[in-house]
């Protein structure tokens, strides 16, 4: 059974609260179910960040309605113990990685957030050791984070959520300033949360392949959805996703360059396995028929 | 760039190092409070010799001790040079024109020297060899706690201290990297005169204090994203805790004052 975590209708929302008539969002109307795992794909300026900045309170929208995890963000009367309530239970990692770890040393910069929920010692360090396990970086609990590889000290900021035992993360393009590599170790580590642990995940971003991966995709364009759906869905439609500045992931735009110029080839490849695949396939019929 | 350490910590097991920064607060201060209690030779020469059992404790390198004497040797020629020729006396050893050197001069030039090595090597060895700026910071915060009554806002200085710590890394790489670009771009930081180096300055200054204002207003949203809203109601992770050698450390570093104060009475020559 599924259960509502964030309903957002008709969410309007500006930088400048003196001057409406340049809104970033415009209207944005969407739920996500509790344990979801959803990418928001948009150009820069879309809007996405935006966005995800409403669904834990640094943001205020100007008009709409908002709930997320149970707290209506569009109440009048909400109170800052709300809001606090609130980011205990929607955590987030930003797109740099040097400038959200607060401590010295890795282990103190985990704990910063129970300690600031005001968690006693013991369970602190307990639950240290459990989040630094799970992201894989318990053999640097000692280190200083400078030393760390950009992708290291985003699983160490992923720690540092864990440790609060959030029921939903939203990466704000944690992977765009990575390399290969720790792009990699970055969405693997959020999709076991999400696997493992049921763990909401909203990744915000602009790299195909990486919203390729999640169950759904949301792309946001002007401030407005675009389009919503299954990865499949939303890849089928190249030209939709171009109007909004985007691509297809490259597998996909092969296989429709192909069709294109005739060659004949059956399913919508979304990773580039099941592009080699079709591709194999196609090669086997053509050389036995 | 990245090997830059914090500090003049130098990692190592010893006695010392394994004190609480708390007490090792307290005891520099002892420490400090006892080289101005000293007034004869016997006295002196107790504490002299107290700094080198100091340094042979702590098990840092001599090489690495000096170092931190080394900025002060002007300091030093200085006060002993005045001591040397401005102290009047009774035994006068030497006299030509208007300079006279005293017996008593020479004293109190050899106390003055004594007494700021001590000083620097003490603090030193206490503070700054033996304890990670971390644990100083956190261990001043537990100190001037009381002060909160006042509303001294302790908890955010300290808050201050770890997060300057914190950047000093990666302001520093920024910089380097800011200087190679500019340099990219033909920039010379080498040649020319004081201003003209100075003024080379700026286009490294200005891009380093965007990014810096860009980096802090960052940081403080996922502070607050991370539920920080000032030391009230916040926990610690690792509580430290006293132990019996660091009330052991405080109970010598007393005997000692005390060991002081006694030797006054018996010393002999010029007393301070």
Redesign the interface.
């Known amino acids: 059974m599924s259960e509502l975590f964030i309903h957002a209708k008709d969410l309007w929302c500006s930088y400048d609260e003196d001057d409406l008539r340049v809104p970033v969002l415009r209207g944005i109307t969407l739920d996500i179910d509790r344990g979801e795992y959803v990418a928001i794909l948009g150009h820069n300026g879309s809007g996405k960040s935006t966005f995800a900045k409403l669904l834990n309170g640094i943001l205020e929208p100007y008009a709409g309605e908002l709930t997320v995890a149970g707290v209506d963000l569009t109440s009048p009367d909400l109170s800052d113990d709300d809001i606090y309530a609130l980011r205990r239970e929607v955590g987030m990692v930003f797109q740099n990685p040097d400038n959200q770890l607060v401590a010295t040393i890795v282990e103190e910069d985990v704990a910063f957030g129970p300690e600031n929920l005001g968690v006693p010692s013991e369970e602190i360090r307990r639950r240290v050791d459990e989040a630094l396990a799970t992201v894989g970086m318990s053999e640097y609990a000692r280190h200083e984070p400078h030393r760390l590889s950009g992708g290291q000290k985003q699983r160490v900021a992923i720690a540092g959520l864990i440790a609060m035992q959030p029921s939903c993360m939203i990466f704000d393009e944690s992977t765009a300033m990575l390399d290969p590599v720790g792009r990699r170790e970055v969405i693997e580590t959020f999709e076991k949360l999400n696997r493992e642990q049921g763990i909401t995940v909203l990744t915000i971003t602009h790299y195909m392949n990486e919203a390729a991966r999640a169950d759904r995709v949301i792309v946001i364009d002007d401030g407005k959805i675009l389009a919503d759906g299954t990865p499949r869905e939303i890849f089928a439609d190249p030209d939709k996703l171009k109007r909004a500045a985007l691509d297809v992931p490259q597998c996909t735009s092969l296989v429709h360059g192909l069709r294109a110029e005739g060659v004949v080839l059956d399913g919508e490849p979304i990773t580039p396995e099941e592009c080699a695949d079709i591709i194999c396939r196609a090669l086997k019929e053509k050389t036995n028929g | 760039m ?1 090997n830059i350490s ?1 500090g003049q910590y130098y990692p190592a097991r010893s006695p010392i190092h394994q004190l609480d920064a708390r007490m090792k607060v307290i005891l520099a201060i002892l420490y400090i409070v006892c080289t101005f209690l000293c007034k004869n030779v016997l006295c002196f020469a107790a504490i002299a010799l107290s700094s080198i059992l100091l340094i042979l404790i702590s098990r840092i390198p001599l090489r690495t001790v000096f170092r931190a004497i080394r900025p002060i040797i002007f300091i030093m020629i200085f006060t002993a040079t005045i001591n040397l020729f401005f102290t009047k006396g009774e035994t006068l050893l030497f006299s030509w024109w208007k300079l006279q050197i005293y017996m008593e001069g020479i004293y109190s030039a050899v106390f003055m020297v004594v007494r700021i090595i001590v000083l620097i090597l003490g603090t030193s060895i206490f503070l700054t060899y033996t304890t990670t ?2 644990a100083l910071t956190d261990a001043l915060e537990s100190l001037l706690s009381p002060l909160r009554v006042i509303r001294l806002p302790v908890h955010e200085f300290a808050m201050m201290m ?2 300057a ?2 950047f000093i ?2 302001l520093t ?1 920024e910089t380097s990297k800011i200087m190679n670009a500019q340099k990219a771009r033909g920039v010379d930081f080498s040649e020319g005169g004081l201003i003209r180096r100075a003024k080379s300055l700026i286009p490294i200054l200005i891009p380093l204090f965007v990014s810096s204002f ?2 802090a207003d ?2 403080a ?9 000032g030391g009230k ?7 430290p805790h006293l132990h019996v050698r660091d009330f052991a450390a405080l109970v010598l570093m007393i005997a000692f004052g005390a060991g002081i104060v006694m030797l006054n009475r018996y010393g002999f020559g010029y007393t301070v």
């Open positions: 990245k914090l700026p971390i770890t997060i710590l914190r890394p990666t790489e860009r980096r960052e940081l949203t996922a502070m607050e994203c991370r539920c920080y809203r109601g916040r926990t610690k992770m690792t509580v």
